[in-house]
């Protein structure tokens, strides 16, 4: 969801929550008579959208450069997307890496202990 603030000319203050659809749709019927506070609403929707969209992304792009050609422990892709200068604790992986495992586009093998992951064959 997000969230936009906006001021009418009558000193009425709006917030709308919604879709970035919806509230596209709604700041352009007041856009000319109203001010968007602290950052524009585009701003506001961009930063929404890359923080919902968690690890899955980096996580298909290391698929595409065959990182998981070999097997990989959590703690492996952990400190793969660090080398890349994305920073995620253990616990947000895990299941990001169930659901590419979910979709087949990952297998999950038992190594004594621990998971390992790698390209589904």
Known sequence: ???AN??????????????PEEISKVLELYRPKA???DLTMIERVQKKSRASNGATPYLRELIDEDFFAERRLLADVQ????DLGHIF???QLSTPLRRLV????LRRLKDGRNWVYVHAS
């Open 1 to 3: 969801m997000a969230t």
């Open 6 to 19: 906006i001021q009418l000319p009558d000193g009425t203050k709006v917030t709308i929550d919604g879709t």
């Open 35 to 37: 001010l968007v506070s």
């Open 79 to 82: 400190q793969r997307l660090e």
């Open 89 to 91: 604790p253990l616990n």
């Open 102 to 105: 979910v979709s087949r586009q």
